[in-house]
Structures are given as structure tokens and as C-alpha cells.
């Protein structure tokens, strides 16, 4: 599958970024506060490359214990589907388990849908429908 984008957690989502400009990045698409999920989001850009950054907004955010363990650090990688119930499927026959049901996601104009799996050799893979 081609990939999308790297995730990358970080704990300061404004210095990370400023950084990543520095490294010669630019801004793929503006920082959103994602509520449901208790993130800040930003989406990176650097030749063919993108990188999105996620940042919890606080303690209470389901993605603070993983920043704690492993700290400002790439933590998925997204893969582009043309069908993302086939491919989940497929999935989770070649052993990767759902860790997030196919939901909307993205913060783009157009409607897009993610899900999330993990599997014990490789860690966390996202799947990007859009
Ligand atoms: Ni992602």
C-alpha cells in the first residue's frame, strides 16, 4: 500500500512545528484541536513526504499515556486505500487488530475515512480512504 503520511507525537505542538520548518517542511494544513479525540493536529509537507503531527491537549487526552512512554516520536504510519472496508479486512486477516473502527477523519473540505490497527511486529498502521 502507498503511504500517506507519517504520524508523529509531540508534546508542543507550536515548537515542534517551528522546528520542522527550520528543517525545511512547510505547513500542509493548519493546526485543528480534534475534541473527540484530544488532539491537536498539524500536517507537514517536505517534498514527498508528510509528516502529521498530534499533540494531546491535555492529561485527560487518550493519546497522553503514549507520549509519556515514548516521547516526542514517529508512532504510525498511514496507508492510502480506495477501499477502506476491503483493506481492513484484509487486515485483520494477515493478523492486525483494530485499535480504531473505520471513522471520519481528516480535516480537509472533502469527506475522508481513517481506522486504525495494530499489530505486535510492527506497532500502529493507519488506513486513509480519500
Ligand atoms: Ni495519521
Known amino acids: 500500500m502507498e503511504i500517506h503520511h507519517i504520524g508523529y507525537?509531540?508534546?508542543?505542538?507550536?515548537a515542534a512545528i517551528e522546528k520542522f520548518l527550520?528543517?525545511?517542511y512547510h505547513i500542509?494544513?493548519?493546526?485543528?484541536t480534534d475534541n473527540t479525540r484530544g488532539i491537536d493536529v498539524c500536517f507537514l509537507?517536505?517534498?514527498?513526504?508528510?509528516?502529521?503531527?498530534?499533540?494531546?491537549?491535555g492529561a485527560q487526552s487518550p493519546m497522553a499515556p503514549m507520549l509519556k512512554k515514548i516521547g516526542n516520536s514517529p508512532y504510525h504510519i498511514c496507508y492510502k486505500t480506495t477501499d477502506i472496508e476491503a483493506d481492513a479486512a484484509?487486515?485483520?486477516k494477515q493478523g492486525f487488530v483494530p485499535t480504531q473502527p473505520i471513522a471520519p477523519g481528516g480535516?480537509?473540505?472533502r469527506?475522508?475515512?481513517v481506522?486504525?490497527?495494530f499489530n505486535r511486529h510492527i506497532g500502529l498502521i493507519e488506513l486513509f480512504e480519500g
Open 9 to 14: 507525537l509531540v508534546k508542543d505542538i507550536s
Open 22 to 24: 527550520q528543517l525545511g
Open 28 to 32: 500542509h494544513e493548519d493546526t485543528i
Open 45 to 57: 509537507a517536505n517534498g514527498g513526504y508528510i509528516v502529521e503531527l498530534v499533540s494531546p491537549t
Open 90 to 92: 484484509l487486515l485483520r
Open 107 to 109: 480535516q480537509t473540505d
Open 111 to 113: 469527506p475522508v475515512r
Open 115 to 117: 481506522a486504525f490497527f
